[in-house]
């Protein structure tokens, strides 16, 4: 195994060679991801299910592409599709899953803690694509990838996290990811979507945007549901859009270089405008791309070494 | 563990014998004649006499449990009277209050009376808690009076805390009439909300819905204010928050009706130990910081918290085997309890073993109005057998519960209870 862990459950407490190993690697499959081929024979033999409890577009089809560059065999399994509607276990679809030999589970459930429950179930290797609002690792692993590309290093880098702190995997990971790696974290957000003991985790907190973009060198920007719209939890779009939207006016009060960075899906015109979000500073569309990267870097590190050949891009 | 009956004539020799009532200490034999104390201190041993050697062993009281989950009627997979006063016996406890939210819930007379009828047949005493509310809906009194003809000794819709305050009030004035506690489980549900753990440093790293320690102190300080309001009788069940203790210790000040309890499980964890996710340790309240430990345990050092109760909560594999969203709340705490609190209070507090067993006999019985003058001639022998010094690591075979979600697995206990006598009844632990 190329990782000191066999799964990839979280970035909490992940040794910092192992997040430069994966980016590191995730550089080298970008190359293929550039080639008229895009595909590389390194687990040829290997099969994976993508076991998603919970609705995803961008992060299955990510994975799923990332398996077939990498000549995986895969099988997609949802919840809307599964026994899981007609009162199955979560134990259960677990061990028949195991039952089936595969190698690896790609997995987004609704629950924090629910990938560790299933590496008590099974012996597969398990990558968590997202527990409720605990982690999304590979997430987070693209977004430094994509910040390493930009600025060749994450040590000292000042990242603002903008959004709802509170209900995002997406924030903490990075949180977590970041601050392993040597980078400053600031939160910026709703007081209320702000959770009231991150601070302990090591990162600053500001309500005031302009501020941390003053600050910062990157901003990630989070989607805000709008399931939490009308739930007492934020007033309003325009009034979230005033406070705490990345529009394009006050970007340009503030005259420095910032990269823009935006996991999707967005919503134009409320936490980040259109022009911003299409213009010079994003690199919202190279982070989908190294999205593939990654967790072709990911599946090739923890499920490889069962193949001879093709290993190195 | 062996249940036998007892024989005719027994005698624990040679045992230290603690008397929680007398507030007594000495070395000495028990004789119990057909089920009765039949002399305490230097007996003149009967020929026919069952021997016990207690020596270096400690003879007590049975201890009394005002908060447990039997289960029954509805749930009788997860543990029946008879399974309950199995797991009773083997933690040392010879009474217990069963409350009732079971299915249908313990909220009419008749009810009341099943299990009366019920616990006639197991070998430990148990007291029906019968619900305040009707179905425990939270909106209708109970008829409080004819449920204590029956047997009830309380009153609680334990599970579903009173969010209505006005209700509480009502209810608080009525129970005045029996002069019976209410129990009212402290949460506010709004404040609550989805929380599944407490809300603090711990369940923002997992990502988990907290449970903030204000859900507990802010509905804890509102039935204290209707306790002093209505002149009732208040218990608070298991507090689990510093706040919640310090409350009750300005309110007790003035009002001596006020009681509560706390159970071993808050004063032995603390929230770091939910860190893998283990849903044995999902219980409500939740399990709190450190700081929340400390005060639990300063508050049964100064008096604050009158009584340990277990909060013994029975849940099927598949209840507690699944993500931590599903998983139900509550933990079994009967077996494990007196391991548990005698290590943290008397070894690592420095609480006398003495000052420890009346959490667990007089004071609990107090409150709930039983006797506890237990060495006393011709009272029926409720008596326990304990090695105070044994340490043991609690395990699987330790349980006789018919469920096993303990979270005290591969802990390592302080002082075990060897041998129960109740109702005509000893056991082998």
């Known amino acids: 195994m190329m990782l000191q862990h066999k799964h990839l459950l979280g970035l909490e407490g992940y040794p ?5 190993t994966i980016i590191d690697t995730a550089f080298k499959f970008r190359e293929v991801l550039d080639r008229p081929i895009k595909k590389v024979p390194s687990l040829q033999g290997v099969t994976i299910v993508n076991l998603f409890f919970e609705n995803s577009t961008r992060t299955r089809i990510s994975f799923e592409l990332a398996q077939k560059r990498l000549s995986a065999d895969t099988v997609n399994f949802s919840a809307s599709s599964s026994s899981l509607k007609k009162g199955e276990s979560f134990k259960d679809t677990a061990q028949n899953i195991e039952a089936m030999k595969i190698d690896a589970v790609v997995m987004r459930h609704p629950t924090p803690g629910a990938p560790k429950l299933l590496t008590e179930f099974i012996d597969a290797v398990v990558i968590n694509a997202g527990d409720g609002t605990h982690e999304h690792p590979t ?15 994450l040590k000292g880098l000042k990242i603002g996290i903008v959004g709802d702190i509170s209900h995002s995997r997406v924030a903490l990971s990075n949180i977590y990811g ?21 601070k302990e985790l090591g990162v600053e907190v500001s309500t005031q945007i302009d501020e941390v973009i003053e600050w910062a060198d990157a901003l990630n920007v989070l989607r805000i549901q709008r399931e939490r719209m009308g739930l007492g939890l934020v007033p309003s779009t325009r009034e979230y859009r005033a406070m705490f939207g990345l529009t394009q006016e006050r970007l340009d009060t503030h005259k420095k270089e910032i990269v823009i960075m935006h996991p999707g899906p967005m919503n134009r015109g409320v936490e980040i405008d259109g022009t911003v979000a299409d213009g010079d500073q994003a690199i919202i569309l190279d982070q989908v791309l190294n999205g593939v990267a990654s967790r072709m870097a990911i599946l090739y590190l923890l499920c490889g070494g069962k193949s001879s050949e093709g290993d190195e891009s | 563990m062996k249940i036998e009956k007892i024989a005719d004539n027994l005698v624990l020799k040679n045992g230290t014998i603690i008397d929680p009532y007398l507030g007594k200490t000495y070395e000495g034999d028990v ?34 449990d005002i908060h447990v989950h039997f289960r029954e009627p509805g749930r009788e997979d997860k543990e029946s009277l008879q399974t309950g006063s199995r797991a009773a016996m083997a933690g040392g406890f010879t009474r217990v209050c069963v409350m009732p939210n079971t299915n249908p819930p313990l909220d009419t007379p008749e009810s009341i009376n099943f299990i009366i009828k019920k616990a006639e047949k197991c070998p430990i005493h148990i007291h029906p808690i019968g619900a305040v509310t009707k179905t425990q809906g939270g909106n209708d009194l109970t008829e409080m009076g004819l449920m204590h003809q029956e047997g009830a000794v309380a009153f609680s819709d334990d599970g579903l805390p009173i969010q209505d305050g006005a209700m509480m009030r009502i209810a608080l004035e009525y129970s005045t009439l029996m002069d019976l506690p209410i129990i009212n489980h402290a949460e506010d549900e709004c404040l609550r909300a989805e929380g599944v753990m407490h809300e603090g440093k711990i369940s923002t790293h997992l990502g988990l819905q907290g449970n903030p320690d204000l859900a507990e102190s802010a509905m804890v300080h509102r039935d204290l204010e209707l306790a002093e309001f209505t002149g009732a009788r208040l ?3 298991h507090v689990s928050s510093e706040k919640a203790v310090h409350h009750i210790r300005k309110m007790k000040i003035n009002n001596e009706k006020v009681t509560a309890e706390v159970t071993p499980h808050h004063l032995f964890f603390n929230d770091e130990a939910l860190r893998c996710f283990n849903t044995n340790l999902k219980v409500a309240p939740p399990i709190r910081t450190e700081k929340d430990r400390k005060a639990l345990i300063e508050g049964v050092l100064d008096g604050t918290l009158d009584c340990i109760a277990t909060d013994h909560a029975p849940h099927t594999i598949e209840d507690k085997e699944t993500t931590f969203d599903l998983a139900s709340f509550g933990m079994i705490g009967l077996e494990s309890c007196f ?21 667990l006999t007089v004071n609990p019985r107090n409150i709930m109005g039983f006797d506890s003058d237990l060495f006393g001639e011709g009272i029926e022998a409720e008596l326990i057998v304990v090695d105070s010094d044994q340490e043991w690591t609690f395990s699987r075979e330790h349980v006789q519960s018919r469920s096993i979600n303990s979270p005290f697995y591969n802990k390592g206990l302080s002082g075990k209870v060897i041998h129960t006598i109740s109702c005509g009844f000893i056991t082998n632990n």
């Open chain 1, 16 to 20: 910092a060679e192992d997040i430069q």
């Open chain 1, 139 to 153: 997430q987070a692993i693209l977004d430094m990838m994509s910040l390493h590309e930009k600025f060749g290093k």
């Open chain 1, 178 to 198: 970041l601050l392993i790696m040597g980078a400053e974290v600031t939160l910026c957000g709703p007081p209320n979507l702000i959770p009231p003991f991150i």
């Open chain 2, 31 to 64: 004789w119990i004649k057909n089920g009765k104390i039949a002399g305490v201190g230097n007996i003149n041993i009967p020929n026919d006499s069952t021997i016990i050697n207690c020596s270096g062993k400690t003879i007590t009281h049975g201890f009394c």
């Open chain 2, 235 to 237: 218990h608070v069940p």
């Open chain 2, 339 to 359: 391991g548990a609190v005698k290590k943290v209070l008397v070894d690592e507090e420095g609480m006398t073993l003495e000052s420890l067993i009346k959490l």
